[in-house]
């Protein structure tokens, strides 16, 4: 048999294989994603999806927990969708430029009130949490009360959420979780931020 025989052989099975599992996934609702760990990619992973879910229509909410007190180009470009996206930045900036965690549990309680309200809101398809985890694992915001709102929310409502260090709760209750893992960062070699990359 010759060698492209033998590679559509090998195709002709695995596309068999594909559209079995295509073939059982039939529920059709929102999903809860969770992208966490330490590198690089969780924001831009679910700016990514929020992207995808405008060119699909959807109405979307955008709540950044920690970052804020820099722009972003995410931010700059997301803007420009008003009708189609609510776009709150809430955060002060990182923990260790704050330095203040009673004014950083106020913030994280200001962000959730209104990530809530868009959970518990069937107009929004598509809600995006970024920084979120950070806030749960530093104990800013109760887990508990926000995987129950999680849990309550409309049916086909897609969620991601973003930050290291999620908590096993969340991971649990989550359809996709990825973890991000450094392998190699710019910042490591004294490369500063740049702007379309981290900015």
Partial sequence: MSAEARHRERMQRKKALVDRKIARATIERGVLVVNTGNGKGKSSSGFGMLARSLGHGFHCGVVQFIKGSFSTGEEAFFRRFPDELDYHVMGEGYTWETQDKTRDIRTAEAAWAIAAGMLADARYDFV???????????GYLDVAKVCDALKCRPEQQHVVITGRGAPDALV????????????????????????????
């Fill in 128 to 138: 995006l949490l970024d920084e979120l985890n950070i806030a749960l694992v530093k």
């Fill in 172 to 199: 649990e209750l989550a359809d996709t979780v990825t973890e991000m893992r450094v392998v190699k960062h710019a910042f490591q070699a004294g490369i500063k931020a740049q702007k379309g990359i981290e900015l």
